[in-house]
């Protein structure tokens, strides 16, 4: 039995999509007939508001079907009451030694680990990306959310740190008006750098869509109707605060939207019931008209009622937007299929030196 290869899949800044490309990976090699494993050596958020780390390697771990012997442990996990008891002495200043725990003999092919949030995140305790890579001897997949042309300069300053570690980039969420731009500019210019561009992902309004039971969750809503459709996908947002007429224009140019409007305006709610809606939020804790609840039950369209102004409301939902936790079946179908048509699968596992272990 041999040792396993693995692959670090890290990111230079938070979201930047490495769940949905450790799963997208793992999905096709397991395609291919070989066994993975999973691990999460550094659990951890920037956010207070989101310490769901543990409900994502649950998710992950189901979604491929793994083991528990295909799992590997968490050695820490980082927030601000981890730094608070280093700097009272009460932990150790490095955790890089318990990695030995991957390095485990195993029947897995590859184990695909992910990252911290950022290069350094963890680098206090010897588990920071380039940390972690040079004590596994890991070959590195770093993803990067496309803003701009800056991302040549993260990956640059990536490559700086990683070094050969760095055995690829996939560049996420691109938008089509810069699709072109990185085709044609920014993929050659990493290629001649001797960064090889593995992937790039063109942006999707499902990845980027948040669920109505996550809306209801960070906006603390009361849920008027359809608690059973809190499954739905939003996949942008309107305000309605003007005359029907217009109304009616503004949201029939959405698609699979989020209504923000007063709990007042019943010609606004019944209007937005009548176009692509998939969640309704009434602010100002004032309860709808009956006529507006039968209709959303008759629709099936949610209405949730917030105790906040419009303006807190779509600030909350606006930081969700491209946020949120990957965990809705939806997503991973899109993942795959984003993965299968932009991904070079063939030149990774060439890289790592894997081999298809079925026909495909």
């Not at 008006?177 to 960064?195: G, H, K, R, S």
């Not at 499902?206 to 809306?215: D, P, Q």
């Not at 984003?338 to 079925?358: G, N």
Request: aromatic share 4%; charged share 20%; glycine share 6%.
């Amino acid at each position: 039995m041999s040792q396993s290869k693995h692959l670090l899949v890290g990111s230079a800044e938070t979201y930047s999509g490495k769940s949905a490309a450790i799963l997208g990976v793992g999905l096709q090699l397991i395609q291919q007939g070989l066994t993975i494993a999973y691990g999460k050596p550094l659990e951890g958020s920037e956010s207070e508001l989101d310490q769901q780390t543990d409900d994502d390697v649950q998710f992950i771990t189901k979604t491929l079907h793994l083991a528990d012997n295909q799992v590997r442990p968490t050695v820490l996990t980082l927030d601000a009451s981890t730094i608070q008891q280093y700097m009272a002495g009460q932990l150790q200043a490095d955790y890089g030694g318990q990695l030995s725990h991957y390095l485990d003999l195993t029947d897995s092919d590859l184990v695909l680990l992910e990252g911290p949030d950022t290069l350094s995140a963890g680098q206090l305790f010897g588990l920071s990306l380039p940390q972690i890579a040079q004590s596994l001897d890991a070959h590195t997949l770093l993803v990067a959310r496309y803003h701009s042309a800056l991302v040549v300069d993260s990956i640059l300053d990536a490559k700086q740190k990683l070094g050969d570690r760095l055995l690829g980039v996939l560049i996420n969420d691109i938008p089509d008006e810069d699709w072109e731009q990185v085709n044609t500019a920014v993929q050659p210019f990493l290629e001649q750098l001797q960064i090889p561009v593995l992937g790039l992902l063109p942006r999707n309004d499902i990845l980027r869509s948040v669920s109505v039971g996550e809306l209801v969750r960070q906006l603390d809503a009361d849920v008027i109707c359809c608690p059973d459709r809190m499954e739905l996908m939003v996949e942008s947002l309107k305000i309605g605060a003007m005359n029907v007429n217009s109304a009616l224009k503004y949201f029939r140019k959405a698609h699979n939207m989020a209504v923000v409007t007063g709990g007042d305006r019943t010609d606004l709610q019944l209007a937005a019931l009548e176009t692509s809606t998939h969640c309704l939020i009434l602010t100002g804790q004032l309860p709808p008209m009956d006529t507006v609840r039968h209709r959303a039950e008759d629709l099936e369209i949610p209405v949730l009622s917030v105790d906040l102004d419009t303006l807190t409301t779509v600030e909350v939902i606006d930081q969700a937007f491209g946020q949120v936790r990957f965990r809705e079946a939806i997503k991973v179908q899109c993942v795959q299929e984003l993965m299968t048509q932009h991904f070079d699968l063939q030149r990774l596992m060439e890289m790592l030196d894997l081999k298809p272990a079925v026909a495909v």
